[in-house]
């Protein structure tokens, strides 16, 4: 199984911060990385898929980047609503695993 | 709109057995692959299994194999995972999810239902 690494776990940031998480995988997954926001209590919602392709409705602050192993989620410029949980998934193979979550906190 | 709602969560005990369910709605569900998807009481997401269009393709984490049972209607648009043999670890919630190939992600996720399997 491919095993995905999120980095940090958590992360402390002030409204306007650009914030970025990043993801690695333990083999080549090309550009088979998604990215997804989980706010507490609600199911979590897909952001970015492909590396850097974003989801229709996702506000262009969020961005996407990388391949191969390596690959980054930046939001530019934090809003409140963007406090949440964040995942990378790889579909590069199955099983389809996911990140341990990266746990965006006001400062 | 597009929309995914499970049901059939709920308390069982060690050992016993639970039925959830998935309603799809807003698109031609016949056309996607469909997920299951859980995620234990403050843990992260661990996908469970997938089920073709059809149901001609299969496949489970290694987790659940030989216990859980994925299935799908299309007339009913309906998907559905079996679940036997039920353990502490099994307690989770569990979301169905749309399987997008043309841009390999699930898009599409259900609020997801409670399995709590405890004594």
């Known amino acids: 199984d491919i095993q995905m690494t999120q980095s940090p776990s958590s992360l402390s940031a002030s409204v306007g911060d650009r914030v970025t998480i990043t993801c690695r995988a333990s083999?080549?997954?090309?550009?088979?990385l998604n990215w997804y926001q989980q706010k507490p209590g609600r199911a979590p919602k897909l952001l970015i898929y492909?590396?850097?392709s974003l989801q229709s409705g996702v506000p262009s602050t969020f961005s996407g980047s990388g391949s191969g192993t390596d690959f980054t989620l930046t939001i530019s410029s934090l809003q409140p609503e963007d406090f949440a949980t964040y995942y990378c998934?790889?579909?590069?193979?199955?099983?389809?695993?996911f990140g341990q979550g990266t746990k965006l906190e006001i400062k | 709109q597009v929309q995914l709602v499970e049901s059939g969560g709920g308390l069982v005990k060690p050992g016993g057995s639970l039925r959830l369910s998935c309603a799809a709605s807003?698109?031609?569900?016949?056309?996607?692959?469909m997920s299951w998807i859980r995620q234990a009481p403050g843990k992260g997401l661990e996908w469970v299994s997938y089920?073709?269009?059809?149901?001609?393709?299969?496949y489970y984490a290694d987790s659940v194999k030989g216990r859980f049972t994925i299935s799908r209607d299309n007339a009913k648009n309906s998907l559905y995972l079996q679940m036997n043999s039920l353990r502490a670890e099994d307690t989770a919630m569990y979301y169905c999810?749309?399987?997008?190939?043309?841009?390999?992600?699930?898009?599409?996720w259900g609020q997801g239902t409670m399995v709590t399997v405890s004594s």
């Open positions: 083999q080549s997954i090309s550009r088979y």
């Open positions: 089920i073709s269009n059809s149901g001609s393709a299969i």
């Open positions: 999810a749309r399987t997008n190939l043309v841009i390999y992600a699930f898009d599409i």
């Open positions: 492909t590396a850097s």
């Open positions: 807003g698109f031609t569900f016949s056309d996607y692959y």
């Open positions: 998934q790889q579909s590069y193979s199955t099983p389809q695993t």
